[in-house]
């Protein structure tokens, strides 16, 4: 039967994470029949990488001069012509049953504007990417009722698959004005503004590669904490989810054993320690604060 998904890929200047991202896709249990790359300009060895897989799975790739992520992925939604289009970010290892479990959910949920696979973390002994794996856990739980999405803002382009037809039919895309982060957010609430549904299949599985170091961890947290400001003014009126503090504090607790299962007791309590911190920058808007003050 012929595919209606293409596998899109936004990559800059990470050719080794594209190599292991591609080998995963070779050793699906079903191929995927479209693979899309979009190359923003790389320097380093990512054509030669992209032309070495050309003969294990098939790709079309095209370079984008234009900065930023809304560009790329926006570069992708036009050049793709199948009715779904799934991202998974070139730092992303899929499970052998990702793209079957992808092909599966486009027709159970077939009206559905977006769908959103699991991300696991591909260093499930490293505090740093446990503390981000820990965020990111929590609120897809707290966004998820009954498979369905209740809070788009956990819209996340690192395993999605959306329904181009009906972008299309919204005129949604990527807002431009999110260069610095937030953009798939941004883009997950355009969808809910637009009254359409979007889904969660656990079982679509990528392992992502989180920050494994002090600097890397809090490079991260202080560029989305400054695209969520400006994701909070664009959407101030939007109504999201609010959660009561005895159930935020039950899946915290729930959340944080399961993200810190493969730590020692000391990384546990340092990885405590990283999402206390975390919390508290965020609060105070110290991540603001200190952008402000490094560039």
Not at 34 to 49: E, G, M, P, Y
Not at 145 to 155: E, G, P, Q, S
Not at 210 to 236: D, N
Request: charged content about 25%.
């Amino acid at each position: 039967m012929k595919q209606s998904i293409t596998v899109a890929i936004v990559t800059r200047n990470r050719a080794k994470n594209l190599e292991e991202c591609l080998r995963s896709l070779a050793h699906q249990t079903h191929t995927p029949g479209r693979i899309f790359i979009v190359d923003n300009a790389s320097s380093d060895d990512t054509q030669k990488i992209i032309a070495k897989n050309l003969k294990n799975i098939p790709i079309r790739s095209v370079i984008e001069r234009g900065t930023g992520y809304p560009i790329v992925y926006n570069r992708a939604l036009r050049e793709v012509k199948t009715r779904w289009v799934t991202f998974i970010d070139d730092d992303c290892i899929a499970d052998a049953r990702w793209f079957d479990e992808l092909t599966k959910a486009t027709k159970k949920y077939y009206s559905c504007a977006a769908i959103i696979g699991a991300s696991k973390n591909y260093y499930s002994t490293n505090p740093y990417a446990c503390t981000s794996q820990f965020w990111y856990d929590y609120w897809r739980r707290r966004s998820t009722k009954n498979k369905y999405i209740a809070d788009y803002r956990t819209l996340d382009s690192r395993n999605v698959v959306f329904n181009r037809r009906l972008l299309l039919k919204h005129n949604l895309a990527f807002d431009p004005a999110f260069i610095g982060g937030a953009e798939d957010s941004d883009l997950g609430l355009q969808i809910q503004s637009k009254g359409q549904q979007a889904s969660y299949v656990s079982r679509a599985i990528v392992y992502h590669k989180e920050p494994t170091s002090f600097i890397s961890f809090f490079r991260k947290k202080r560029t989305y904490a400054v695209a969520s400001r400006l994701l909070t003014k664009k959407w101030s009126q939007l109504k999201t989810q609010r959660v009561g503090f005895y159930d935020r504090f039950t899946l915290l607790h729930k959340v944080f054993r399961q993200t810190t299962k493969n730590l020692s007791l000391t990384g546990k309590i340092y990885a405590s320690t990283l999402i206390a911190t975390d919390y508290l920058f965020s609060r105070l808007q110290l991540y603001e604060i200190l952008n402000w003050l490094t560039t």
